[in-house]
């Protein structure tokens, strides 16, 4: 499975983006996907993750009724809805899929595949 990232880009703050992560293969609507994010010389932060059917979505508390996960499994994509950014949320994001996840998907060391990550730059 290879994912790619997109629709990073500049946006103010208060603002949005969305993200897509687009997945190559036949086994997509097996996959969990997650999305993370990285600022510089920090460690890599969940945002989100939405299971196989979407039937369970998972929020980091930081983006939770702000940002919106969803997917597309006949377009084999997932989309990551980002509003009212601010600028502590500048980091690159990285989607990622998994088969199962045993930790609930809050853990990069679950994830089996990633994308390459999309920069998302946030103006204050």
């Known amino acids: 499975v290879q994912l790619q990232a997109s629709g990073g880009g500049l946006a103010q703050a208060g603002g949005s983006l969305r993200l897509s992560c687009a997945a190559s293969?036949?086994?997509?609507?097996?996959?969990?996907v997650g999305w993370f994010r990285q600022s510089p010389g920090k460690e890599r932060d969940f945002v989100a993750v939405?299971?196989?059917?979407?039937?369970?979505?998972y929020y980091a508390d930081s983006v939770n009724g702000r940002f919106t996960i969803s997917r597309d499994n006949a377009k084999n994509t997932v989309y990551l809805q980002m509003n009212y950014l601010n600028a502590d949320e500048t980091a690159v994001y990285y989607c990622?899929?998994?088969?199962?996840?045993?930790?609930?998907?809050?853990?990069?060391?679950?994830?089996?595949?990633w994308g390459q990550g999309t920069q998302v730059t946030v103006s204050s």
């Open positions: 990622a899929a998994a088969r199962t996840l045993p930790q609930g998907g809050r853990h990069p060391n679950e994830y089996a595949y």
């Open positions: 939405i299971s196989r059917d979407s039937v369970v979505t």
């Open positions: 293969g036949r086994t997509f609507s097996t996959l969990a």
